[in-house]
């Protein structure tokens, strides 16, 4: 099987038409130019086989056809179809569990206790690249599980750039890998298995908790418009992002934050650029937590 495959997978890579350089740059500029994300030219046969994709999809003849496409003005619909096929998501649910564990004990008990204390009803909570929703998903179940979570209102955000991937996570039908990592107690009382189609459906407790919607990180008006949140989670989004980019996707999240809230990111993320916005909170850095700095701290050049 596994020859076949391989044999299948170079017929493709024979048949399938390279993007010449001029190609590849101005699709790359116009995706930089959409979303902040950018392609280096080592990801040119991977920008595409998504593209090629689109071509077939709208009936094209080639790349050329469709760069005067999405110039024309019917083509600017097609430019959300362009981010949903080239952004990449690869998630799952409970993903790094020894950080989720750190998350519950070192920031979401405390922050409920604090919340109790200045009698705060409501904490607001964002994950702002959810994907299909594993991980918001994720942190609804933790706080259905956890002592001290209760009598609290938690409202849930999760966004992303690509549409599809949000349809996906509404309807939160899953298939056995996403769902590998879920506790059985809580795979037992909040998924319904279908032994037939070999997926697990999410139970509407946990989907009403959450607001899912399609977000682009470089839209500071529309995010603040969402309001401010007490904890963002952002894992391995930022490597992404060029510098340029990260400002001003860090500076949009900094908006949105409470004074103090905070901010988790992934073991792939720098923001070292970005400390005058963001500083690693040590005593958390195992959930690789991040405390807002004071407004007005200087950008530092090294």
Known sequence: MT?????AQEILQDTRPPLRREQ????????YDLAGIRFQENKAYFLASKINQRVEALGLQDYDDYWNFLNSVSGRTEYGHLMDAVTINETFFFRNQPQLEKLETDI????????????RNTLRYWSCACSTG??????????????????????????????DVVAIGRKANYRPYAVRNVPPALLQRYFAE?????????SDDVKKM???????????????????FDIIICRNVLIYFDDESKDKVMQNLYDVLNDDGVLILGHADDIYNQRHLFKLDRE??????????????????V
């Open 24 to 31: 590849f740059n101005r699709l790359a500029d116009l995706i």
């Open 3 to 7: 020859t076949s495959i391989s044999h």
């Open 210 to 228: 959450v607001n899912l919607m399609e977000m682009n990180l470089l839209d500071g008006n529309r995010i603040k418009s969402m309001g401010k």
């Open 194 to 202: 279908d032994k037939v189609a070999q997926t697990f459906q999410l």
């Open 134 to 163: 594993d991980e918001i998903y994720t942190l609804a179940l933790q706080l259905l599980s956890m002592d001290g979570a209760q009598g609290l209102n938690h409202e849930l955000v999760g966004t992303d750039i690509n549409r």
């Open 108 to 119: 979401l008990q405390p922050m409920f206790t604090k919340a109790r204390s200045d009698n």
């Open 284 to 301: 958390r850095s195992a959930v690789l937590a991040y405390q807002k700095q004071p407004p007005g701290t200087p950008k530092l050049n």
